[in-house]
C-alpha cells in the first residue's frame, strides 16, 4: 500500500469516525478500486534499485518499483529511460549476458617427449559486455555443458561481478571488481581477505589475515614454491570459500 493511499484511509476514517467494521468495508472498497489501477503512481513511492540495468554501448538507466503494475503479471518494475519524459515498464534483462566459447590451438615443445599442436578452448562470459569469469577445456561440449549447469551461479553470487570498472554509471577506475577485491571471506574456515581476480580463467588470489595461515594439503610438496601458507589461488565458483565475514 502506498503512502498516499495509507494516508487517505487515517483522513477518511479520522473524518468519518468508522467503527471497526466501517474501517473493513472502506479499506476494501479502497483496494477494489485501485486494483486494476496501473502505471509508476506517485514519485514519493518509487523504490529505487541499487543497480540499474544495461542497454549497451555504455548506455545504462535506473530502475525503480512503482506504486502499481505496468501489466496484468503484476510486474511494477519501471525504467528511467533517458530519452522518454515518463518512466517506462521493464521486463528486460536486469543483466545482459554474453558466453564467447573460442577454439584454439596451440604448440607444446618439450625436450623429452618432443613438440606437438594441442586443442583448447575457453569458454568467457561477460555481464553488461564486462569480462567477468572465464573457464577452459581442451573440448567445447563439455564447456557448454559447464553453462548450461552453473551459469546460474554467477547470476545468485553474492558478489556482484557486473559493478565496476565503467558500467552502472560508474567512474573509470584501476580496481574493476570493487564489490570483490578486498572483501572478507573465509577459505577453508581461515579468515582472508581477496587480494586478486582473473576473470579469464576465474581464478581469485586469498590472503591469510594477519595471525592466520592456511594449511597446504598433503598431497603437494612442502617446498617453497608449493606453499600456501599467507596465500592461495582458487575458482571464484569454489566451494572452499565462504563469502560472508565481518571485516
Not at 556482484?160 to 572483501?183: M, S, Y
Request: net charge negative; hydrophobic share 35%.
Amino acid at each position: 500500500m502506498s503512502r498516499k493511499l495509507a494516508a487517505e484511509i487515517a483522513d477518511a476514517i479520522t473524518d468519518n469516525g468508522l467503527d471497526r467494521a466501517g474501517i473493513a468495508k472502506y479499506v476494501a472498497s479502497v483496494l477494489a478500486e485501485t486494483r486494476d489501477s496501473w502505471g509508476p503512481g506517485d514519485k514519493v513511492d518509487w523504490r529505487y534499485l541499487e543497480h540499474g540495468a544495461s542497454f549497451g554501448y555504455g548506455k545504462t538507466f535506473k530502475l525503480f518499483h512503482g506504486e502499481h503494475p505496468h501489466s496484468r503479471s503484476d510486474n511494477n518494475l519501471y525504467a528511467e529511460w533517458p530519452e522518454a519524459e515518463e518512466p517506462i515498464g521493464f521486463s528486460g534483462h536486469r543483466i545482459r549476458t554474453r558466453v564467447d566459447i573460442r577454439e584454439s590451438n596451440y604448440l607444446k615443445s618439450s625436450s623429452l617427449s618432443g613438440s606437438e599442436i594441442r586443442k583448447h578452448c575457453a569458454a568467457l562470459v561477460y555481464f553488461d559486455d564486462k569480462l567477468v569469469y572465464g573457464r577452459t577445456h581442451r573440448e567445447v561440449m563439455p564447456l557448454l555443458l559447464w553453462c548450461a549447469a552453473h551459469l546460474y551461479e554467477l547470476y545468485e553470487h553474492p558478489v556482484r561481478l557486473q559493478v565496476g570498472g565503467v558500467l552502472n554509471g560508474d567512474q573509470p577506475t584501476d580496481n574493476q571488481f570493487p564489490d570483490l577485491i578486498g572483501r572478507a571471506v573465509y577459505y577453508r574456515g581461515v579468515p582472508g581477505v581477496v587480494t586478486r581476480y582473473f576473470p579469464e580463467d576465474g581464478d581469485v588470489v586469498v590472503e591469510a589475515c594477519k595471525g592466520h595461515e592456511f594449511v597446504t594439503p598433503a598431497h603437494i610438496a612442502l617446498d617453497d614454491s608449493e606453499r600456501r601458507d599467507a596465500s592461495v589461488k582458487d575458482d571464484f565458483l569454489s566451494e572452499s570459500i565462504w563469502w560472508h565475514r565481518d571485516a
